[in-house]
């Protein structure tokens, strides 16, 4: 068992930088692929990046703004967020153990989310 817990957000103006934190429990952590997914008002939820041990990919939205990183020692996940953008305001998830399934990903852990609000 794994649980998650983000932190990190914030209200931020147009073209700032955020950096989320997600904090893992458990012994297993440093062999899991991890994740940062959103959700915005009305919209369904939407994978942001991964990283996994042999490397990591981002949508194509935050391609060049956003990186993941993960300290093992730690075990933590962050999420550097630069030239933030009102369209990013959403609620960010840290989620664990994920698997590529083609078009969509799956998690077999999920945190409980930290809102981001950019205010343009």
């Known amino acids: 068992q794994v649980q998650l817990v983000e932190s990190g957000g914030r209200l931020v103006q147009a073209g700032g930088s955020l950096r989320l934190s997600c904090a893992a429990s458990g012994r297993t952590f440093s062999s899991y692929a991890m994740g940062w997914f959103r959700q915005a008002p009305g919209k369904e939820r939407e994978f942001v990046a991964h990283i996994s041990w042999n490397g990591g990919s981002y949508a194509d939205s935050v391609k060049g703004r956003f990186t993941i990183s993960r300290d093992n020692a730690k075990n933590t996940v962050y999420l550097q967020m630069n030239s933030l953008k009102p369209e990013d305001t959403a609620v960010y998830y840290c989620?664990?153990?994920?698997?590529?399934?083609?078009?969509?990903?799956?998690?077999?852990?999920w945190g409980q989310g930290t809102q981001v609000t950019v205010s343009s």
């Open positions: 989620a664990a153990d994920l698997r590529n399934l083609g078009s969509t990903w799956s998690a077999g852990f």
